[in-house]
């Protein structure tokens, strides 16, 4: 079972920031957060990763709060092709690689 | 930037035939991976490889085998495809343990 919450959908108006909110109240010490995106017909793409800190890069920031229950991603300016379903996933350092993708987050933006 | 290529995006094939499903890596990369996803399931692995002729069995391995000859190629073989086995294919891979996936573009099988 996935061991993060997402809402099943959210929609965002282009040029505004999208943030995409997840849930991992069960996370343990050395479980990094990561974010990927599905865009339709295609395959995952990785989006950012982060332990504890605040990340950010050229595609999105990452914010994890102090208890490290939850997070947000959070892309800037969002467009039209940033319309996806987005995954949160928690990772364990030096863990097996049996990554469990939940339903994520379908984001549409609108124009 | 690291490409994962899948050799088909479309497969159709009839029930009882033998499949191979085809991924090959640019980058040098360690760790080669083969998820399916269906939909209300998300994303379960099938198998994964971490060197060349090493291979390890992931959550839904039954059906399935898988090779690896060369570093850059990951092969996924349906022995005997089975109806169940309709699903999107998605191979991918990453240079060690904690770094990011990255995923092919899928192949959509079909078995009749």
């Known amino acids: 079972d996935a061991k993060t919450t997402q809402p099943p959908s959210m929609d965002c108006a282009e040029g505004r920031a999208a943030n995409l909110p997840c849930n991992h109240s069960?996370?343990?010490?050395?479980?990094?957060v990561y974010w990927y995106r599905q865009i339709h017909s295609q395959g995952p793409q990785y989006i950012i990763h982060g332990l504890k800190n605040n990340e950010t890069n050229e595609m999105a920031s990452l914010i994890i709060t102090e208890d490290r229950k939850s997070s947000t991603l959070i892309l800037p300016h969002a467009t039209l092709r940033d319309t996806a379903v987005y995954y949160c996933i928690v990772r364990t350092q030096g863990g097996s690689e049996k990554l469990v993708f939940g339903k994520g987050t379908k984001l549409t933006v609108n124009p | 930037d690291v490409k994962v290529t899948q050799s088909s995006r479309y497969l159709v094939k009839r029930t009882g035939e033998k499949v191979f499903l085809e991924c090959v890596q640019d980058?040098?990369?360690?760790?080669m991976f083969w998820y399916r996803q269906d939909p209300g399931l998300g994303l379960r692995l099938i198998y994964f490889s971490y060197d060349v002729k090493m291979k390890e069995k992931g959550d839904i391995p039954e059906g399935y085998s898988v090779s690896r000859e060369k570093k850059e190629r990951f092969s996924l073989i349906l022995e005997s495809a089975s109806t169940n086995q309709t699903s999107m294919y998605l191979c991918a891979s990453n240079p060690g343990w904690n770094s990011p996936l990255h995923f092919g573009n899928g192949t959509r099988l079909t078995v009749t």
């Open positions: 069960t996370i343990s010490g050395n479980e990094y």
């Open positions: 980058m040098d990369h360690e760790n």
